[in-house]
């Protein structure tokens, strides 16, 4: 009599981590079981797990951008188990899986209306049921990427982020957390911002702390951002709060700060893990926003920013071995040397300043632009050396708002060269 049959899949984990960059991390292993459960379930014929490139789904609205994927462990081929078996009871069957994934395969990353994803699905060819193949429900497998915990680069990006900068020798702002490194499963990210005055006659009207994603698309060189998290500080109560902003503010006679407690959301709902490679990549920034108004009247949007990483946790369990990590000096100088700019990405530092309208917050898909001047205040302050120049210092230029006749959408971004052209460096 022809019965029926399922199949399920049961991966230890949801994710795989790969420790490097594209050309150097070594492989990650998914593994997990599969269950078979009918009236003839020790009767399988073949059975196989597959990870692919997870499908779009029907009116969801999102296009796949994942690279073709099918890596696939054979369980049972022609009646014979190829690994670990087990009966769970008359009428379940196990079976264990094990599937590396390749050190360059892209990350899981969800845009508005893309996504590069991956799941795993099982397939097993049962004797005497209805239906000779049957199929398991998808189940997602985030593909993560991060630095090596021991690398140098983990360790100066791990450092306490601290910039400053003068705005016209009026004011100067700083910005200060414990860590360029962010971890979505924090509770939360304590930041500090300073306002310090350099001229008599300033007011503060409104500051800020931002922390913005930019998303950047491969096939269309197209880029969004947006606010992932975002604290207004009541200038007047010192108190976080989202009302509207005041027209009058408070002078500026002495140095002020204020501390704040930044929630990370969660990621890949509120928030993506940096990717600097593949077909869409993200970045992320930490901000400091604030409003004033100078001696004349006239209002001021300035906004100190700096990159942040958001990263996986690295799980100690399952880091590679000592001898096969990059930034071991143990390792071939070739070795080091043919990945080290994995963690590159454009970013500027920047304060830019723009005279205020109704609304006075800045728009997020301006191309930032740094500020003339701007030095940090101490050289070992300045950020990981895998960011552009960092070598001998980032690349500050100097920008007015009276000399922008407009700013230019990310999409339209110029290079950092052309930068340094228009813009004179001091």
Same mark, same amino acid.
């Given at each position: 009599m022809l019965s029926t049959a399922s199949v399920s899949v049961y991966p230890d984990t949801a994710e795989a981590i790969l420790y490097g960059g594209p050309s150097v991390a070594n492989d990650a292993v998914v593994t997990g079981r599969v269950v078979v459960t009918g009236r003839n379930a020790g009767q399988v014929a073949s059975l196989q797990v597959t990870l692919r490139a997870q499908r779009g789904r029907r009116f969801q609205g999102q296009q796949s951008m994942t690279p073709p994927t099918h890596l696939q462990a054979v369980l049972v081929a022609d009646g014979r188990a190829a690994v670990t078996h087990e009966q769970l009871s008359a009428r379940s069957h196990s079976w264990q899986f094990s599937i590396s994934v390749p050190g360059s395969t892209a990350e899981t990353v969800f845009a508005r209306n893309s996504f590069v994803a991956y799941e795993l699905v099982a397939e097993a060819e049962v004797s005497g049921t209805f239906a %000779?193949?049957?199929?398991?429900?998808?189940?997602?497998?985030?593909?993560?990427?991060?630095?090596?915990?021991?690398?140098?680069?983990?360790?100066?990006? #791990?450092? =306490?982020?601290?910039?400053?900068?003068?705005?016209? %020798?009026?004011?100067?702002?700083?910005?200060?957390?414990?860590?360029?490194?962010?971890?979505?499963?924090?509770?939360?990210?304590?930041?500090? #911002?300073?306002?310090r005055p350099l001229a008599k006659g300033l007011q503060l009207r409104r500051a800020a702390f931002q922390l913005v994603e930019r998303i950047v698309l491969n096939s269309d060189l197209s880029a969004t951002s947006r606010l992932v998290a975002?604290?207004?500080?009541?200038?007047?109560?010192?108190?976080?709060?989202?009302?509207? /902003?005041?027209?009058? %503010? $408070?002078?500026?006679?002495?140095?002020?700060?204020?501390?704040?407690?930044? !929630?990370?959301?969660?990621?890949?709902? #509120? $928030?993506?893990?940096?990717?600097?490679?593949?077909?869409?990549?993200?970045?992320?920034?930490?901000?400091?926003? *604030?409003?004033? *108004?100078?001696? &004349?009247?006239?209002?001021?949007n300035l906004r100190l920013a700096s990159p942040v990483f958001v990263l996986p946790r690295p799980c100690r369990a399952a880091l590679p071995?000592?001898?096969?990590?990059?930034?071991?000096?143990?390792? !071939?100088?070739?070795?080091? &040397?043919?990945? !080290?700019?994995?963690?590159?990405?454009? *970013?500027?530092?920047?304060?830019?300043?723009?005279?205020?309208?109704?609304?006075?917050?800045? =728009?997020?898909d301006a191309c930032p632009l740094a500020l003339q001047g701007y030095r940090p205040s101490d050289l070992?302050?300045?950020?990981?050396?895998?960011?552009?120049?960092?070598?001998? #210092?980032?690349? &500050?230029?100097? /920008?007015? !708002? =009276?000399?922008?006749?407009?700013?230019?959408?990310?999409?339209?971004?110029?290079?950092?060269?052309?930068?340094?052209?228009?813009?004179?460096?001091?």
């Open positions: %000779g193949t049957v199929q398991s429900k998808p189940v997602a497998v985030a593909i993560k990427r991060a630095p090596p915990p021991d690398s140098v680069w983990a360790a100066t990006a #791990g450092a =306490a982020l601290y910039e400053t900068a003068d705005w016209r %020798g009026q004011l100067q702002l700083a910005l200060a957390t414990d860590s360029r490194i962010l971890h979505s499963d924090d509770q939360a990210l304590p930041i500090r #911002g300073v306002v975002d604290i207004d500080v009541d200038i007047d109560t010192d108190q976080c709060t989202s009302s509207l /902003v005041k027209q009058e %503010g $408070i002078a500026l006679d002495h140095e002020t700060s204020t501390e704040r407690m930044l !929630s990370v959301p969660s990621e890949y709902t #509120g $928030i993506q893990y940096d990717v600097h490679r593949g077909p869409i990549r993200t970045y992320h920034e930490l901000a400091l926003s *604030v409003s004033i *108004v100078d001696a &004349r009247g006239s209002v001021h071995r000592y001898e096969d990590t990059p930034a071991d000096r143990l390792v !071939s100088p070739p070795a080091l &040397r043919r990945d !080290s700019n994995f963690w590159d990405q454009f *970013v500027l530092i920047d304060t830019t300043d723009s005279f205020a309208d109704a609304r006075p917050e800045l =728009a997020l070992s302050q300045a950020p990981p050396p895998s960011y552009p120049g960092a070598a001998h #210092g980032i690349e &500050r230029t100097v /920008v007015d !708002s =009276a000399d922008v006749a407009e700013m230019q959408p990310l999409r339209q971004r110029r290079s950092r060269e052309h930068l340094a052209e228009q813009f004179a460096v001091v």
